[in-house]
């Protein structure tokens, strides 16, 4: 009898080694395979599959379709998107709002291989101007930075932030 727990144990716990080995290991969904692999694709394309994907209210779809613009993030206008200059990047672009009474823009950052993505997003956060709209803005905890491979998203909105960034992170 004691011969036969033995081997139940053992097993019991050989099996739960194998278990605790698959899947994911980070505690948060963005640490792990999001991380590593790349997206494919122009970030004009992963935008509009982000925008088509996320399940967002019938009035802020509308918003999207009728009253963003996509702007190339430059040297120039990097610091009013992002809050920092200190990123090395390929290409980026903003969606913004063409004119609105809320605050809304989402960011997608394709940065250069090597670089330190964690750096980057904890830059981001600490710098980046939730308040750079005239007269409204974005409450702190409604700044989403997050990647998946070498694309970063920004997204900041208080409406459809979570959304948003949802969508991007099941591409």
Same mark, same amino acid.
């Given at each position: 009898? /004691? ?14 080694? /194998?278990?605790?080995?698959? !899947? ?6 963005? =640490? ?18 982000? +925008? ?10 509308? +918003?999207?379709?009728?009253? *963003? ?8 206008? $990097?610091?009013?998107? *992002? !809050?920092? =200059? =200190? $990123?090395? +990047?390929?290409?980026? $672009?903003?969606?913004?709002? $063409?004119? %609105?009474?809320?605050? +809304?823009? *989402? &960011? *997608? @950052?394709?940065?250069?291989?090597? %670089? ?18 005239? &007269?409204?803005?974005?409450? /702190?905890?409604?700044?989403? @930075?997050?990647?998946?491979?070498? @694309?970063?998203?920004? @997204? ?16």
């Amino acid at each position: 009898m /004691t011969k036969r727990l033995f081997v139940f144990l053992a097993l019991i716990l050989a099996m739960s080694f /194998t278990a605790c080995g698959t !899947g994911n290991t980070g505690t948060n969904p963005s =640490d792990n395979d999001n991380q590593s692999a790349n997206l494919n694709g122009s970030l004009d394309s992963i935008l509009e599959e982000i +925008y088509e994907t996320a399940e967002l209210s019938d009035s802020f779809r509308e +918003y999207i379709e009728k009253g *963003l613009q996509t702007t190339e993030i430059t040297a120039d206008n $990097i610091v009013y998107h *992002l !809050g920092t =200059d =200190d $990123i090395e +990047y390929e290409d980026a $672009i903003a969606s913004e709002p $063409i004119m %609105s009474p809320s605050a +809304y823009e *989402l &960011c *997608l @950052v394709r940065v250069k291989e090597g %670089s330190d993505m964690e750096k980057i997003k904890a830059d981001i956060k600490e710098n980046v101007d939730p308040m750079k709209w005239v &007269c409204v803005g974005v409450d /702190t905890k409604n700044i989403l @930075v997050d990647n998946i491979g070498d @694309v970063l998203i920004l @997204v900041m909105s208080d409406e459809a932030g979570k959304a948003l960034h949802e969508a991007f992170l099941s591409l």
